[in-house]
């Protein structure tokens, strides 16, 4: 690692050619394309060379070094405004799962015949068509709307997609209506850990979003126990997929609380607005350091205003892919969407009533209830750790434990199949023993899961510069959904093409890439404000720069910092 510069500005800026927003390589490749805007060039440059900014366009001063009183406290507003915007999450957890017990009921009522396996793939999977024009949707309009607006939008398109499910008649009605829903649960799924990551002190952001992915867990809990409740009720599909608008009608109703976000509110010209809700945020603060906190946030927003007045949406979307920062945070923020997706666990999550009918339990849906519980546990263990133990070591210590668990369900699989030419085959009796051993492999799994890859990937904002923030995180949301959509419509007709040993199988080598990726291309973001964050990006992956950025807090001995 190099030593520190004489020219730094600040201990925890690192060195002055760290924190410039292109390379040399990056700037030659930006001017030989005529897509890229010049402001993209200067848009580091201070507006004034004598109004002691740095070429970040930040005042010499660093937030972390700014110490708010109580900012690493979580306080009973922080709590309440996190636990109304994750009322989403809950939203989105109940689609996810309800879907399961929904195919298990749901009989002939929909066009008078039982369902084929082609046409329960095409309705899971509608909801995720739904989700990826949603996500795609939901940062680039917040941009322009704002991230509170949004969470509405979201609630009123989910609650039109539930009743649509409700009074559907046919199959086509009901992919329609679960179409409708994706829209909403694609919105929220990009806008919520986005506000959610602007709204936190940086010392608890990954705590906070990872309550979202808590509330999602829950969600799911609690879709399991409805499908429990309404299995055996004559049309009971129709209450379960009723009950499921109900997060979104609370959420509506708690609207009038949420504030709107910090750096948007400074965006729209309106600080003294910006500055409540700051003071709210850290309660204990005194007005000077309030009003220093402001300024950092004032001097991005700043620089992210001229360009996105300078830039168009088009010019925007370029440097995306063509500036080297912007590239490579969207490379580790998609990726590690697209392997949360293609690591088979939603299969689980909308199949597993189907699947643990096919081993021969009777009441399938309660027995798929131990997967939303296991994750549920586990996401809570999730929020003690993701801070201080850290998102890159998290993952690196997870992902063997998924991809072991894979590899022994596939194997447990095998020898549960032995006698039915290895396919699963509805009604024939399966030795306990194997069926066991099976579904406690997957529990297993779904432990690992949910203490990283569940939760990590969602903090997918703190990667990305305020001018891009929105188009970074629709993009790898959409990613997220467009891999999902891969998952949904395919996994029952993979399990009949390649047995359910061959899937989790390869299931189980596409977490071992993963554990590549992220050896290699996921750099540690614990503790950095998501300014700092945007500068790991700056030369290459940052894998190492983490450790000049650092604040004082990771560097004493109660964090137990580790270069892994």
């Not at 929904?102 to 999977?125: A, M, P, Q």
Request: contains cysteine; glycine residues 8%; aromatic residues 10%.
């Amino acid at each position: 690692m190099d030593g520190p510069d004489e020219r730094t500005s600040s201990p925890l800026l690192g060195r002055a050619s760290d924190v410039t927003s292109l390379q040399d390589s990056d700037l030659s490749t930006a001017s030989r394309s005529s897509r890229v805007h010049p402001a993209i060039h200067t848009s580091f440059e201070p507006d004034d060379p004598g109004d002691n900014e740095d070429r970040t366009g930040f005042k010499d001063i660093d937030d972390d070094l700014v110490q708010a009183e109580g900012e690493d406290q979580i306080t009973a507003y922080i709590w309440i405004l996190v636990c109304c915007a994750s009322i989403s999450g809950l939203m989105f957890g109940v689609d996810t799962a309800i879907i399961s017990g929904t195919l298990v009921v749901i009989g002939d009522d929909l066009s008078n015949h039982l369902l084929s396996n082609r046409e329960k793939e095409i309705i899971t999977s509608a909801t995720t068509v739904g989700a990826l024009v949603g996500g795609l949707a939901s940062g680039t309009l917040s941009d322009f709307w704002g991230r509170k607006p949004i969470i509405g939008l979201a609630n009123v398109v989910f609650i039109a997609g539930a009743l649509l499910q409700t009074f559907a008649q046919t199959v086509t009605l009901m992919v329609t209506g679960r179409v409708v829903v994706g829209l909403g649960v694609g919105l929220a799924s990009c806008i919520i850990p986005l506000y959610i990551g602007e709204m936190s002190p940086s010392r608890l952001r990954g705590k906070m979003v990872t309550i979202n992915v808590l509330a999602i867990t829950f969600g799911q809990c609690v879709a399991y126990a409805i499908g429990a409740v309404f299995q055996h009720v004559n049309h009971g599909w129709r209450y379960m997929v009723s009950l499921s608008a109900l997060p979104a009608v609370v959420q509506l109703a708690c609207m009038a609380f949420l504030p709107e976000s910090p750096r948007i509110l400074l965006k729209r010209g309106s600080p003294d607005e910006a500055y409540r809700v700051l003071a709210k945020i850290y309660s204990s603060a005194t007005p000077q350091q309030i009003h220093a906190k402001a300024d950092i946030l004032r001097q991005s927003v700043k620089q992210s205003v001229r360009i996105m007045e300078e830039l168009t949406f088009r010019e925007r979307l370029d440097s995306i892919f063509l500036v080297g920062a912007n590239r490579r945070a969207l490379i580790v923020g998609a990726g590690l969407q697209a392997l949360q997706q293609l690591c088979g666990f939603n299969s689980l999550m909308y199949y597993s009533s189907t699947l643990f009918a096919s081993l021969g339990f009777h009441n399938s849906t309660a027995v798929s209830s131990l997967v939303a519980i296991i994750n549920l546990i586990f996401t809570l263990i999730a929020l003690r750790i993701v801070d201080p133990f850290g998102r890159r070591r998290t993952m690196l210590w997870t992902l063997p434990g998924m991809v072991l668990s894979l590899f022994l369900a596939a194997f447990f699989f095998g020898k549960l199949t032995s006698n039915t030419h290895h396919h699963l085959e509805l009604g024939h009796e399966y030795p306990r023993g194997w069926t066991s051993l099976t579904v406690g492999a997957m529990l297993c799994y779904v432990a690992s899961y949910a203490l990283g890859l569940g939760c990590i990937p969602w903090a997918q904002g703190e990667l990305f510069r305020l001018e891009v923030r929105g188009i970074g995180t629709s993009l790898c949301t959409a990613t997220n959904w467009a891999c999902n959509l891969v998952i949904s419509a395919t996994f029952l007709s993979l399990m009949d093409a390649i047995t359910p040993s061959g899937a989790f199988s390869l299931y189980g080598v596409i977490c071992v890439v993963g554990y590549v990726f992220c050896y290699f291309c996921q750099p540690e973001t614990a503790y950095l404000t998501m300014e700092q964050t945007f500068q790991l990006f700056t030369d290459d992956f940052g894998i190492q720069k983490w450790y000049q950025l650092r604040t004082p807090a990771v560097q004493s001995p109660d964090h137990g910092a580790s270069r892994v």
